[in-house]
């Protein structure tokens, strides 16, 4: 699976919206951050939350991904989050305590 597919898909899903002007990531210590300029027509920084799930609902769709938002700070008109997309952890062998989710148990 090729993360940088997904994270172009996401940023044009974010640019897609009026209200956001421009959108851009930066890695420090290989941690992902998103900045993005955000113009609302009435303040409001769970609405700029609620775009940024359904753009990368959108970008993992069909896909066994899952993504974290973390706000991390403001200065307007620029809002600053961490955003990461990872593939969740599944066990890859039987332990012998019959888990509930053993792969044993998978069909």
């Known amino acids: 699976m090729d993360l940088d597919q997904i994270w172009q898909q996401f940023m044009d899903h974010l640019l897609d919206n009026d209200e956001i002007t421009k959108v851009s990531i930066k890695k420090f210590t290989g941690i992902p951050f998103l900045y993005i300029d955000f113009h609302p027509a009435q303040s409001d920084k769970s609405k700029l939350s609620i775009i940024i799930k359904k753009a990368a609902g959108h970008s993992m769709r069909g ?4 993504c974290e938002t973390i706000f991390v700070r403001q200065e307007e008109p620029l809002y600053v989050f961490r955003h990461r997309f990872y593939v969740p952890q599944q066990k890859m062998f039987c332990c012998g ?3 509930p989710d053993c792969i044993l148990y998978r069909s």
């Open 63 to 66: 896909k066994q991904l899952h």
């Open 97 to 99: 305590n019959l888990c």
